[in-house]
């Protein structure tokens, strides 16, 4: 039988915790896109450590290669020290990633979260502009520290903490005026009218799509608008890809689509590989104004990260894997589509970009579609301001058969949630 003692699941989430508790049970092995809890059940993951193992769980090449460099005696952990490692890394980022899209970014390290790289970013745009606020929209994810949430458009996400929002300038996301709206007319109004009463931000952080907020997809225009207003204001343009990322719309970066290249780029989760901690961010050569010791931070020379994030870089060696996600992408959305049409005793919408999709619903059906799947053997999280949107966000490694077999549990939710 299932485990469903909660006492057991308490202890293990502990009183405290402040996360959700959606899916009551122990896990204690999991390989590629299956996880098993400790009574043997087996679970589809459609979650995917909240986009940290993009490559799945236990994926063998990274597992080998660290293996092998523990049994080595490799060292672990060397801070800001340099190492065979971290070389080998930067050296694979630069050849892999950097130079065949003709992008020039220095690599800093900011710390092992994404809400890091996120941090390094507010500050490093504050000191090289002279400017104090930063742009950022609503519904926007940036992460848990200050900073980070002063930037975080969601106020249940702020935990009450009294955030100096005067460091932030909120403005409409796309699409958030309704779809006739151009917001970027409405952020621009107030860029350059007096009369708005905010002084110009140092920067504008954007996610090209929403993932925590509710898979809200950024057109290709808005985005390339989004640069524009930003180089005629003289505000760096962030986007934070710590989420989408390292594939999960379909190219490295998310913002590969529509063309446009920031100041900086916030890397994280799926950077390091294999679920290690590690963060990037990637900064214009000339935005290299900390001196030594500006920045800092203990965790910033994770050699295991390293070594698991040098070997996932080889899935991005060839256009093989890119053309995998497309195809698999495709058949995500056809599935979705085909569920909305079909299931119309709810308003469903389909969205999303990639491996990154999802059904938006009315209040209360995605909740309920995500504790039934649990049920029935798939992780599927939530999303949204009122977590009105089913999440699917899986391993793109999963193969066409895992994919189709979780989106059956999902139909099977929605036929039982409609009798
Ligand atoms: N930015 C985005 C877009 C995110 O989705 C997240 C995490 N969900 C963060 C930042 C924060 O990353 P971390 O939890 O690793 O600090």
């Known amino acids: ?44 993951d459609f979650f995917a450590g909240a986009g940290a193992l993009n490559y799945g769980h236990n994926p063998p090449e990274m597992k080998d290669r660290l293996m092998r460099y523990l049994a080595d005696d490799g060292v ?6 340099a190492s065979e490692a971290k070389e080998a890394f930067l050296s694979s980022f630069e050849e892999t990633i950097l130079k065949p899209r003709e992008l020039n970014y220095k690599v800093m390290f900011p710390g092992p979260t994404g809400t890091n790289s996120v941090e390094s970013a507010l ?11 930063v742009m950022s ?71 090209t799509l929403q993932g925590e907020g509710g898979i809200n997809v950024a057109s290709d225009k808005w985005l390339k608008g989004l640069a524009d207003i930003c180089k005629r204001y003289g505000m760096l343009l962030i986007v934070d890809d710590v989420q989408m990322g390292c594939g999960r719309t379909g190219t490295f970066f998310s913002f590969e689509r529509c063309g446009i290249v920031p100041d900086i780029v916030c890397l994280s989760k799926s950077i390091g590989g ?19 010791g500006e920045h800092n931070g203990t965790f910033r020379g994770n050699n295991l990260a390293f070594i698991t994030a040098a070997e996932a870089l080889n899935f991005w060696k060839t256009t093989r894997f890119a053309e995998e996600i497309a195809d698999k992408s495709r058949f995500l959305r056809e599935r979705l ?53 089913i999440k699917i966000m899986p391993p793109l490694t999963i193969d066409k058969d895992g994919l189709n077999r979780g989106l059956n549990v999902l139909e099977e939710c929605l036929v039982e949630i409609s009798k």
């Open 337 to 389: 589509t085909d569920l909305v049409r079909k299931f119309t005793d709810f308003e469903g919408e389909a969205r999303g970009l990639g491996m990154m999709q999802g059904i938006a619903f009315e209040p209360g059906i995605a909740d309920r579609i995500s504790r039934m799947a649990f049920e029935r053997g798939l992780i599927m999280e939530t999303s949204g301001t009122d977590g009105e949107v």
């Open 123 to 133: 500050k490093l745009a504050r000191k090289a502009t002279g400017r104090q606020t």
């Open 274 to 292: 294999y679920g290690l901690p590690m963060a990037l961010t990637l900064i214009k050569p000339e935005l290299d104004l900390w001196k030594p």
């Open 76 to 81: 672990a952990h060397t801070l800001d020290m």
């Open 137 to 207: 929209f609503t519904n926007a994810f940036h992460g848990m520290t200050l900073g980070a949430l002063a930037v975080t458009g969601n106020k249940f996400k702020r935990g009450g903490a009294g955030v100096p929002l005067h460091h932030a300038v909120s403005m409409p996301y796309d699409g958030y005026m309704g779809p006739d709206v151009n917001t970027l007319d409405y952020i621009e109004s107030y860029l350059k009218d007096s009369g708005s009463g905010i002084s110009l931000p140092a920067a504008a952080i954007v996610e």
């Open 1 to 44: 039988g299932k485990s469903r003692d909660m006492r057991v699941f308490e202890r293990c989430e502990s009183e405290v915790r402040s996360y959700c508790r959606s899916f009551p049970t122990k896990f204690h092995r999991a390989s590629g896109y299956t996880m098993w809890d400790v009574d043997d059940n087996a679970y589809i």
